[in-house]
Nanobody
Framework: QIQLVESGGGLVQPGGSLRLSCAAS????????NKWYRQAPGKEREFVAG????????NYADAVKGRFTISRDSAKNTVYLQMNSLKPEDTPVYYC?????????WGQGIQVTVSS
């Protein structure tokens, strides 16, 4: 069973950048489709970005397209989310996700706060 641990969150001013990391243990992260989701208080969890298990394709929510980039370092067994040009609405808790067939795993979530 794979475990996912997010890091890299924190407070950043509007227009700034952060890079979230999702370190995997107990399994090889690259055999899974890897995704990032986010959830604001009182709202449903929403898809942010995804990368296919082979790394051949990525996709993004319209709200982050052109600003966020998902990537994966197989040697480090880690998935990243580079977030640029951050806006206050990018603030919620971010979750790392790995899915393969009927398996699905989540990280514990990490807070990102975009505020001046």
């Amino acid at each position: 069973q794979i475990q996912l641990v997010e890091s890299g969150g924190g407070l950043v001013q509007p227009g700034g950048s952060l890079r979230l990391s999702c370190a995997a243990s107990g399994g090889i992260v690259s055999i899974y489709h890897n995704k990032w989701y986010r959830q604001a208080p009182g709202k449903e969890r929403e898809f942010v970005a995804g990368i296919s298990w082979g790394g051949g394709s990525t996709n993004y929510a319209d709200a982050v397209k052109g600003r966020f980039t998902i990537s994966r370092d197989s040697a480090k067994n880690t998935v990243y989310l580079q977030m640029n040009s951050l806006k206050p609405e990018d603030t919620p808790v971010y979750y790392c996700n790995a899915v393969r067939n009927d398996e699905e795993y989540w990280g514990q979530g990490i807070q990102v706060t975009v505020s001046s």
